[in-house]
Antibody, heavy 120, light 108 residues
Framework: EVQLSESGGGLVQPGGSLRLSCAAS????????MNWVRQAPGKGLEWVST????????YYADSVKGRFIISRDNSKNTLYLQMNSLRAEDTAVYYC?????????????WGQGTPVTVSS | SYELTQPPSVSVSPGQTARITCSGD??????AYWYQQKPGQAPMVVIY???ERPSGIPERFSGASSGTTVTLTISGVQAEDEADYYC???????????FGGGTKLTVL
């Protein structure tokens, strides 16, 4: 059974940093692209970042480019998101999401999400 | 940047058919996916690759694609189907996922 479990969220001041982790199980993590997707309070889903199975390719939304870094450790089946220079508008629930390996970057499994609040 | 356009809301009575559309220029080239999200829960895929239904998803959920528009159809809507629905696909280059703005389905 595929399981994704995020951790590391919390309250941080503007300009601060936070590192999210996503522990994966039930599949060979190196075979799949992984994503971080966020949802601000009362808003829709927003793609944040994608990493290839090997970790060699990464992609970022313009809103986080230069501030966030996605990475993965396939030996630990863990996905990370290093978030720096955080802003109030980064406040959201952050979901870890596994892709299906299909055209269109479809997602078949989501974690339960970890909340991040950026406030002084 | 690439966008997928959905209606903000759709309302139907129980037993009726709900149709939610999603428009995007790259949809003829990229598969579309539909996710259901209920309050306080993570999204869940209900349709993948335009029209495929994952195991465990009721048959009343179906998907179709026509040109630059994809449609999620829920036949015989039930109260439990009330939720937010998001379409998702990729840009023309297929580099990253893109989400529609979401449609709130209200069962009257």
């Amino acid at each position: 059974e595929v399981q994704l479990s995020e951790s590391g969220g919390g309250l941080v001041q503007p300009g601060g940093s936070l590192r999210l982790s996503c522990a994966a199980s039930g599949f060979t993590s190196s075979s799949y692209f992984m994503n971080w997707v966020r949802q601000a309070p009362g808003k829709g889903l927003e793609w944040v970042s994608t990493i290839s199975g090997s970790g060699g390719s990464t992609y970022y939304a313009d809103s986080v480019k230069g501030r966030f870094i996605i990475s993965r450790d396939n030996s630990k089946n863990t996905l990370y998101l290093q978030m720096n220079s955080l802003r109030a508008e980064d406040t959201a629930v952050y979901y870890c999401a596994k892709e299906m390996a299909t055209n269109g970057h479809g997602i078949d499994y989501w974690g339960q999400g970890t909340p991040v609040t950026v406030s002084s | 940047s690439y966008e997928l356009t959905q209606p903000p809301s759709v309302s139907v009575s129980p037993g009726q058919t709900a149709r939610i559309t999603c428009s995007g220029d790259a949809l003829p080239k990229q598969y579309a996916y539909w996710y259901q999200q209920k309050p306080g829960q993570a999204p869940m895929v209900v349709i993948y690759k335009d029209s495929e239904r994952p195991s465990g998803i009721p048959e009343r959920f179906s998907g179709a694609s026509s040109g630059t528009t994809v449609t999620l159809t829920i036949s015989g809507v039930q109260a439990e189907d009330e939720a937010d629905y998001y379409c998702q696909s990729a840009d023309n280059n297929g580099a990253y996922p893109v989400f529609g703005g979401g449609t709130k389905l209200t069962v009257l």
